[in-house]
Structure formats: C-alpha cells, structure tokens
C-alpha cells in the first residue's frame, strides 16, 4: 500500500526535475495540416519547388539540397537540423541565421512542436 502512495509522487518529483523528458514530441497529424503554410515554397515529397524540400529534413546539413537555393548565410551555417535548431528556426529564422531568406515564421511553440513532428515522419 505504502509504494502505491509514494509512486505518484516519485513521478511528478521525477518530471519536475527532467521537463524535457516529460514533455510530448509533437502531433505529426496536426503538424501536417500545419505544413500547408509551408507547401507553397517547400515539397515533402523530393520534387522541386521555390525552397528545398523538407523530406528527409531531419539530421541534414543545412544547405545540403543539391540543385536548391540557399543564402549564403544558410549555405555556411554548418547547422544539423535536429529538434532543437528546428525549433529555433522555426521560431525566428533570421534570429538563428542573420541573412537567411526565409521569413515566415512559427511564433506558437505547440505549433513547432507538431511541424518538427510531422518533419521528422519525412524520411
């Protein structure tokens, strides 16, 4: 009796000490319809739009598309696009790449969260 009292406890201790383990990847489902902003300059599927396509998009080097157009800012970042720089990006391109093209961006963290999710289902 005794561990089935201490074991909800231990749980919210354990999650308020490591936050980025209790938090959720994201919707990839949401992230999908969400990626309808995205679709008029990028492609999921390889074909070639205004902007590179995003399939395949996570643990790439930025700026590695061949036949793609990058700034040079992009081109030289030596960004790895993982959750993290994502999100960054997502959030303010031109914060984390001064001199970037993009400049749509994606303020609702939640809203990121569910995109990167959907990016990554993109292999």
């Not at 005794?2 to 354990?14: E, H, K, S, T």
């Not at 999908?32 to 998009?57: I, N, W, Y």
């Not at 790449?97 to 289902?121: F, N, Q, S």
Request: with cysteine; hydrophobic share 40%; aromatic share 8%.
């Amino acid at each position: 009796m005794y561990r089935i009292q201490v074991a909800p406890i231990l749980a919210l201790v354990f999650w308020t000490l490591c936050p980025g383990f209790a938090a959720a990847d994201g919707d990839a489902v949401n992230g999908e319809k969400l990626f309808a902003r995205c679709s008029a300059c990028h492609s999921v599927d390889g074909s070639r739009k205004s902007a590179p396509t995003l399939q395949g998009v996570a643990g790439r080097q930025a700026g590695a598309v061949e036949g793609a157009r990058y700034s040079k800012a992009l081109a030289e970042s030596n960004i790895v696009w993982d959750d993290a720089s994502l999100d960054a990006y997502l959030e303010a391109p031109s914060k984390l790449v001064r001199g970037t093209t993009m400049t749509i961006r994606i303020p609702k963290p939640d809203e990121r969260k569910d995109l990167i999710a959907y990016l990554k289902t993109l292999e």
